[in-house]
């Protein structure tokens, strides 16, 4: 997806062109880089609770979650392994993305993609525009 234009791993960010445009990706800059390496996972707070409440090891991420973290591939929806080769965080660090359910649990989504769903703005032909925080 990301076609890099420069990386200088001195610095804190990538130049890259993303779907034809220039951004800025942001590297992870730990404050407790020993951390960051020794962690077995990255979730986030909805994983991770889903998780101790089913009593499970791994729990699945939205499509709608993972897109929030920047690292989704929107054309294949798997997680974009140049951009994660740039941060240098690996796959297996990363939950699977599913939204199957988990038993009665379903992966929590994120509330624009919910907003869209409501809303029948599902496909490229319609759009919708929400406000909120």
Known sequence: MAQ??????????????????????????????EVFRSAARFVSFAEYVYARLLDRDAIPVSTSLASGTGLLDMRTGDWDPELLDTLGVSEQRLPEISDEPVGDWFPAVIDGACSNLGTGCVTRERAALMVGT
């Not at 993303?18 to 730990?30: H, I, L, N, Q, S």
């Open 4 to 33: 890099l234009l420069a990386l200088d791993v001195g610095t804190s960010s990538v130049r890259a062109r993303v779907f034809g445009e220039d951004a800025v990706v942001e590297k992870p800059a730990p404050r407790e880089p």
